[in-house]
């Protein structure tokens, strides 16, 4: 019988063998292979090449994986014991630049260091274990509340439109923007769910439409430049998308590709959400112009998907990983805390107030 990916723990910590598992999702959908590795250069290489992807996966895979890369560490001192972490934080940190939950990880991790300096090497090796759990579980619960908030913003039988992949294999449960999904399926809300390819990765194609449709859902792959056609005939009631980070006023990165579907939605009057953890949430920049964005190879356009080159030898190719939605073309950021709507700076602080209140 075929494994079913639901089944599948997107990010897992094997501690009895010292390993990070995860699933390779280069290899979707065509093979479901899962990875044990062992190493820190095993992990910054999974990260980097997108075997693992998706803000909150990073997130929960850097914790894990910094954790392993100081489990063996032989020294008593705790002094050492910092330098050797901060080396491996800082390797892993240069993995991939826009999304924030790999340094917001990676700070909660580093904290958890410096707070403890007065504690032995092997308690603090422990703690670090708790919190890297800890990481993983609050992503299943925060992906649910978003889910709930989500959920409460459409009605059984929409609609919906997502791009690139936010779903489960991006987390470890739910999703961000898919869990309004999820859960809409878990009590019958009979969602139509179209998705976009996500050029030039694909991500909707192998990621999306797979995982949804191994869950029983009904669900139409569409073409990137097909999303205007589906919102003029009035296929599509609203669109969630994920993202990677937040500015203070609202502007949002995202898989290259949002800021277009916005637009359009905006042209067709169709509301527009994006899904974002607080973890993804940078309020020291104060707009989408200081979010660095991560820039990939020439290949990924040119050639990774043919069996033949389909563009011409020498030809110069642009490939920026993501783009900027300005908080204008945004109805709401959906976040594990509610909902919040322009001005965004005064929503997202209320927001950050009441996840003060809650730690």
Known sequence: ????????????????????????????????????????????EAIRLLKVRGAPA???AAAIGVYLAVKGAETGSMEEFKKEFQRAKGYLASSRPTALNLFWALDRMEAVVLHNMEQKVYQVKALLRQEALRIRQEDIEVCRSIGEHGLALVKPGSGLLTHCNAGKLAAIKYGTATAPMYLGMERGYGFRIYVDETRPLLQGARLTAFELQEAGMDVTLICDNMAGMVMKKGLVDAVFVGCDRVASNGDTANKIGTSVVA?????YGIPFYVCAPTATIDMSLQSGEEIPIEERGADEITEMWYEKRMAPEGVKAYNPCFDVTDHGLIDGIITEFGVARAPYKESLGRIFDSKTRNQ
């Open 1 to 44: 019988m075929r494994q079913n990916v639901l089944d599948c723990d997107t990010v897992l910590l094997d501690d009895e063998n010292s390993a990070l598992v995860i699933i390779d999702q280069t290899k979707l959908p065509g093979c479901i292979e899962m990875l044990s590795l062992t190493g820190l250069e095993e992990t910054w």
């Open 263 to 267: 637009a359009v939605a905006k042209y």
């Open 58 to 60: 990073i997130g929960v």
